[in-house]
């Protein structure tokens, strides 16, 4: 059974900063890996998507890297901004299966 | 595109009546849809998945009787909570995964329904 665990749970950083988010599941038999944005009381706005053939996503100031085989992924924030304060899921998809494992999120806080 | 829709976002209602969310796809055909729960300050836990005209697989421990899912065409699923009680109040989210083709399977999310039981 697929697992996904992010660590910090909760993390805080000063205004422009760079950050990184950790993601690492058990089983290395994924298809894709997905991040996703939450804000309190909202649903999921979809971040970036890595194939399991890829080592790497970026958009704007994020970076996302999967490394399959050590069951790892990073979410790099560069220059933290306060509108980047929320939660952050990471959530897998195995092959054959069209579920979404998630993990437990990272409540990451950005200090003006 | 790939927008999601749900209604309502926010429902307060008395325990001992059912209360339906619907989860809609508005710009694509959605052949499966997913119903997520999610409790405070955690993270998404998958309830059931359907696909269009069939009926829906629930996970382990979720009471298919509880939480009726009706998804009777490609752009509207619903979740019924039957006989709602205070420990169902939480945060319910749906997802919506058009037709296969090579593209990357990608979920794409509603914006969640606040159910308070009172």
């Known amino acids: 059974k697929q697992e996904v665990t992010q660590i910090p749970a909760a993390l805080s950083v000063p205004e422009g900063e760079n950050l990184v988010l950790n993601c690492s599941f058990t089983?290395?038999?994924?298809?894709?890996l997905q991040w996703f944005r939450q804000d309190p009381g909202k649903g999921l706005t979809s971040l970036l998507l890595?194939?399991?053939?890829?080592r790497e996503q970026t958009s704007g100031r994020l970076n996302a890297s999967l490394d399959k085989s050590s069951g790892r992924s990073t979410l790099y924030i560069a220059a933290s901004q306060p509108g980047d304060s929320a939660t952050y899921l990471c959530?897998?998809?195995?092959?054959?299966?069209?579920?979404?494992?998630f993990g437990t999120g990272t409540r990451l806080t950005i200090i003006p | 595109g790939a927008v999601v829709s749900q209604h309502p976002s926010r429902v307060i209602c008395k325990s001992g009546t059912s209360v339906k969310i619907e989860c809609r796809s508005l710009?694509?055909?959605?052949?499966?849809m997913f119903w997520y729960r999610q409790f405070p300050k955690k993270s998404l836990m998958l309830m059931a998945t359907?696909?269009?005209?069939?009926?829906?697989?629930?996970e382990q421990g979720v009471e298919k009787d509880k939480f009726l899912i009706n998804h009777a065409s490609l752009t509207l699923s619903t979740l019924t909570v039957t006989s709602a009680h205070p420990e169902d109040s939480s945060f319910y989210i749906c997802?919506?995964?058009?037709?296969?083709?090579?593209?990357?399977?990608?979920?794409?999310f509603g914006p969640g329904t606040r159910l308070t039981v009172t």
């Open positions: 997802s919506a995964m058009g037709a296969r083709t090579s593209g990357p399977y990608e979920q794409y």
């Open positions: 089983d290395s038999a994924i298809y894709n």
């Open positions: 890595i194939q399991s053939s890829q």
């Open positions: 959530a897998v998809r195995n092959f054959g299966n069209e579920k979404l494992t």
């Open positions: 710009d694509f055909q959605a052949t499966t």
């Open positions: 359907s696909n269009e005209g069939s009926k829906a697989t629930y």
